[in-house]
């Protein structure tokens, strides 16, 4: 078993930045990819931000040029940080990991999710 903790989420004023971050635990023996995706009350998750271990990312449209994703291959953490924060960033954060356990079988696991909120 693959298990994700997100940290970092709170509450910010409009224009602020925050970070997250998002440690893995237990076998793994290789992350293809680890992504941060939000959920609102009544909607879809969506991608936030996603990064391959190759370093390649990608971006939702609203959050390019304010957030940024980075991961490490070795430690098998990921992190946002997320600058110019706007009130419809508003969300519950999650953070995902897809690879392989030892034995090749793989995994697709996700973290409980972390409360972001920005409001005056």
């Known amino acids: 078993q693959v298990t994700l903790v997100e940290s970092g989420g709170g509450l910010v004023q409009p224009g602020g930045s925050l970070r997250l971050s998002c440690a893995s635990s237990g076998v793994i023996f290789s992350i293809n990819s680890m992504g941060w995706y939000r959920q609102t009350p009544g909607n879809q998750r969506e991608l936030v931000a996603s990064v391959t271990s190759g370093g390649s990312t990608n971006y939702a449209d609203s959050v390019k040029g304010r957030f940024t994703i980075s991961g490490d291959n070795v430690k098998h953490t990921v992190s946002l940080q997320m600058n110019s924060l706007k009130p419809d960033d508003t969300a519950v954060y999650y953070c995902?990991?897809?690879?392989?356990?030892?034995?090749?079988?793989?995994?697709?696991?996700w973290g409980r999710g972390t409360q972001v909120t920005v409001s005056s």
């Open positions: 995902n990991a897809k690879g392989f356990r030892l034995g090749y079988s793989p995994f697709d696991s």
